[in-house]
C-alpha cells in the first residue's frame, strides 16, 4: 500500500538557518503530494502541494520539489523564523485530494531565536 | 477564516462513558468527510470515511459499533466514541473534501481524555 517515510524530529535550528525536512514515499500510480503544518494547539494547515513529477509547491518561503526518479518530496526554507516552529507532515493522496490522505509521522521543528 | 470546525476542542470523560464529537463544514457542502487519530507522537492514522446520507465506511482494526460515525448532512459529521477507555485517549481530527474541489481541509481537532 501507499506510505510515507519522512525523517524524524525534533529538529531544532537558529532563527535564519536553512531547514530541509525530508520526505519520501511508496505509492502506485501517480500521487498528489502535500506538507501540512500543525501549528501548537492547532489543526492541520496546508502548507504546499503538487500533484504531478517535477512539479514546485511553495508558499511562505517553503519550497518542496515532486521528485519522481528519487520519490521524494523534501520541503525546504531558506531561512527559518521562530514563528515557523511547528509540526510539519508530509502526505499523499492517490489522487488530487478527494481521497483519505497517507501521512507521515510528523516532524517537529523548533527555531530558536 | 476557518473551514472546518470541531466541538469539543477538548474532552475529559470517564471510563465507560460516551463522547460525542461534531465536524462541521463551515464554508462549503462537504459529501465526504475523513475521520483520523493522531496518538501521541504519532502520525495521523484514517479511522473511517464518511458519505453523507450512506453507512461509513471503517479502516481494518476500527470498531464500527464503537467509534459511531453520523453523517447527517452536508455539513455536519459526528463521530461517538462508546463505552470510552483510556487507550481510546487521542487526537482525533476530521477532515472535508469540499464538493467539486479536489483539496481536504482539516478541522482543528479534538483531544480525548479518557480517565
Known amino acids: 500500500g501507499n506510505s510515507v517515510t519522512q525523517m524524524e524530529g525534533p529538529v531544532t535550528l537558529s532563527e535564519e538557518a536553512f531547514l530541509t525536512i525530508n520526505c519520501t514515499y511508496t505509492a502506485t500510480g501517480y500521487p498528489s503530494l502535500f506538507w501540512y503544518v500543525q501549528y501548537p494547539g492547532e489543526g492541520l494547515q496546508l502548507l504546499l502541494k503538487?500533484?504531478?513529477?517535477?512539479d514546485k509547491g511553495s508558499n511562505k518561503g517553503f519550497e518542496a520539489t515532486y521528485r519522481k526518479e528519487t520519490t521524494s518530496f523534501h520541503l525546504e526554507k531558506g531561512s527559518v523564523q521562530v514563528s515557523d516552529s511547528a509540526v510539519y507532515f508530509c502526505?499523499?493522496?492517490?489522487?488530487?485530494?478527494?481521497?483519505?490522505?497517507?501521512f507521515g509521522k510528523g516532524t517537529r521543528l523548533s527555531v530558536i531565536a | 477564516g476557518a473551514v472546518v470546525s470541531q466541538h469539543p476542542s477538548r474532552v475529559i470523560c470517564k471510563s465507560g462513558t460516551s463522547v460525542k464529537i461534531e465536524c462541521r463544514s463551515l464554508?462549503?457542502?462537504?459529501?465526504?468527510m475523513f475521520w483520523y487519530r493522531q496518538f501521541p507522537k504519532q502520525s495521523l492514522m484514517l479511522m473511517a470515511t464518511s458519505n453523507e446520507g450512506s453507512k461509513a465506511t471503517y479502516e481494518q482494526g476500527v470498531e464500527k459499533d464503537k467509534f459511531l460515525i453520523n453523517h447527517a448532512s452536508l455539513t455536519l459529521s459526528t463521530l461517538t466514541v462508546t463505552s470510552a477507555h483510556p487507550e481510546d485517549s487521542s487526537f482525533y481530527i476530521c477532515g472535508i473534501v469540499a464538493s467539486g474541489r479536489n483539496e481536504q481541509y482539516f478541522g482543528p481537532g479534538t483531544r480525548l481524555t479518557v480517565t
Open positions: 503538487a500533484t504531478k513529477a517535477d
Open positions: 464554508d462549503f457542502q462537504a459529501t465526504t
Open positions: 502526505a499523499l493522496s492517490s489522487n488530487s485530494g478527494n481521497t483519505p490522505l497517507v
